[in-house]
DNA sequence: ATCTACATTATAATAATTCTAAACTGTTGA
DNA sequence: TCAACAGTTTAGAATTATTATAATGTAGAT
């Protein structure tokens, strides 16, 4: 979903509502210039701040997923006790800091392409994920 | 932990106590052909099946939680709602069959290495993982 | 055999997420 | 314009995965 659009319209195209709720929640996801990596309970946060009325929880989750079933987020797994999304659903490859768990894209050119020789007989590849752990050089890690 | 050895010595050398629920599990996990990979839902049925006496969920927590610590097992995170371990410590890439949910390992020969061209500056890189997601070719995924 | 630190246990607590059922609101079309 | 319906939102309950607690048990040293 490109920023500066329409949202109620985008919204509109596939097929969703144009509630207040989902075009507040557009507005805090793609009126921005990077793209934007959260799990729910940061985006819970920027909602409650940025909104004069309150949003449901049950609400949040709704959205983000009707809005990841639509492919306008994607989600990503890091660690598996927390979901993140990320608002580029383009396929790209991701760094995590584990010192401040923060997620961050991977320029097209910072990972060459994953050569896959061989695959699983029968099957299809859905997708290639490559996710680089990184953190202080300073310090302890497992 | 190469499988077939004494499991009370190698409890005892990285400074667990080889109590009788730990043995167990190392027997239920390395006494197989194969790497394995499992959920803890996994795990606690195996291991009620395979032991008379009960063996309590927080116990079994517990000690995953020890034996990765002590680099028996390696957590892999593909889906934000569950945790999934491997037997197999080393580095190594995975394949994940959604229609199965299971995790295959890749051989090393299956991937090429991957090359990072540009890291986050000033950090180290902890570790770089590849997850390629496969289902049925006649099946509709997202 | 006894002691002590670490383990185990059942249960309670917490956290993340999903479900439920009632109230509400865009949209359609009369 | 407005009634009617289907999709949405909501608060709170339910569910699931995981961690904390506190009492009891046990391995290993003395």
Excluded at 28 to 47: G, P, S, W
Excluded at 70 to 79: A, H, M, Q, T
Excluded at 81 to 91: I, L, P, Q, R, V
Excluded at 110 to 133: F, H, P
């Amino acid at each position: 979903m490109p920023k500066n659009c329409n949202f109620i319209e985008k919204l509109r195209e596939v097929g969703l509502r144009p509630t207040k709720q989902r075009v507040k929640m557009c507005e805090v996801l793609y009126n921005r210039e990077k793209t934007f990596h959260f799990t729910i309970n940061d985006l819970v946060k920027l909602l409650s701040e940025k909104m004069n009325q309150k949003i449901s929880l049950a609400t949040v989750y709704n959205t983000v997923h009707a809005f990841e079933k639509k492919g306008y987020l994607k989600e990503i797994s890091i660690d598996s006790h927390k979901s993140y999304f990320d608002t580029n659903t383009s396929a790209h490859h991701h760094f995590f800091d584990e010192d401040t768990h923060e997620l961050i894209d991977c320029d097209e050119s910072d990972i060459d392409k994953v050569n896959i020789r061989k695959n699983i007989t029968g099957k299809k590849i859905n997708s290639v994920e490559v996710l680089v752990r990184v953190a202080s050089d300073n310090q302890t890690q497992k």
